[in-house]
């Protein structure tokens, strides 16, 4: 397998976790996300990924060579095709559940505050950084306090339970961004706890994008 | 099942589709999310849903009540326990590619074009009406060019193939959204194939915001 990712990317963050918990290796392949304004928009990667966004995974079956862009699809591709390590729970409550806490990150508050979204606020719509963290900040505090309340529902050793699911893989990335920008995290304490539980293991630290070799 | 929803809703609107397309009924309740500085932050819808955003699913099985929140995670769950007319492939590639899909639209362009974040660039960034038209434009057009693309590669009768999938119920919701905004949609010409292909089948018609009882 081939992961294109950056290793600032949130969403690549999540499939590095995933892949290192299954024990899976892919070869990691930098697209840099700012250099040359923006390495996702060249051709080569744009018949890759038509979003031009990281991360894609590119696998091959009996059919050949396949791409597959969206972190979120990418994470249950690979729990479906290696089910060692589960990310998510068996039970269908349980599961649709663990979906819908990943979802309340990676669809509400991912998408508003990455790279091309935090670009167009200052390059199109002229907003100074005081205004942008503002922004950022907002989106973080929204998302967190919600998923606060989830984990006084569902929580155990990590967001759901004492198993490692694609919950956590949204959270801790989302995390390490909103230290990146400062946001005061001492309104979520149970938030904070389980990211500090998941920072234990190797997986997590491994995936870390300063341990990346495009880290810069 | 209860459905708690609301007309306009792009979110709401896919999991109706998902419904009908099952031929499942759900009790429809509103919550109005303009009305009395919206209805979704009422301290009883709050505690159903800590996101304070619709749609909400409310479901039982042996243990009781459950309450489920976000769209995809609501449809993928609905799909599970009732599988007559699945809304994705079973093979595992196709089924990445069509939550992909689907993701390209819930993760990418919904997000940042729903009435949450509307309000707040009007409102809190004191946008005017033009500089949120050119927003919620420039986001629609990034998905859907890129969308287009996946249909050149994908496509059959709907958005993968001849089957309707979650990607379909996905992308028409963002089109019925993208003409209330006068976007132009003539640069995506298989994308509004598929869309009026939808639109043909009951399950799509009797699942629009003109149909719901709270439409006003």
């Not at 080569?44 to 038509?50: G, I, K, R």
């Not at 597959?68 to 729970?89: F, G, N, R, T, V």
């Not at 205004?131 to 989830?150: P, R, S, V």
Request: hydrophobic share 40%.
């Amino acid at each position: 397998m081939k992961l294109f990712g950056y290793w600032r990317s949130s969403a690549a963050y999540r499939v590095r976790i995933a892949l290192n918990l299954k024990g899976l290796s892919a070869e990691h392949i930098s697209v840099h996300l700012v250099k040359n304004g923006g390495e996702q928009h060249s051709p080569e990667y744009a018949e890759l990924n038509p979003q031009h966004l990281v991360p894609t995974l590119v696998d091959s079956n009996e059919m050949g060579e396949f791409s597959l862009s969206q972190s979120m699809a990418i994470m249950e591709y690979l729990d479906e095709k290696h089910p060692q390590a589960p990310l998510l729970p068996t039970n269908l409550e349980d599961k649709a559940i663990v979906r819908a806490m990943a979802q309340s990150i990676a669809c509400e508050v991912h998408p508003l505050n990455n790279l091309r979204v935090l670009q167009y606020l200052v390059d199109e719509m002229g907003l100074d950084e005081a205004a942008k963290l503002k922004w950022y900040h907002h989106w973080i505090i929204q998302g967190f306090a919600a998923y606060e309340l989830l984990l006084t529902r569902y929580s155990g050793r990590y967001s759901f339970g004492d198993s490692v699911t694609i919950a956590d893989l949204c959270l801790v990335p989302q995390v390490y961004n909103a230290k990146r920008f400062n946001v005061p995290l001492e309104a979520y304490p149970e938030l904070m706890r389980v990211f500090d539980e998941c920072q234990q293991l190797d997986a997590f630290k491994q995936a870390a994008p300063e341990a990346q070799s495009d880290a810069s």
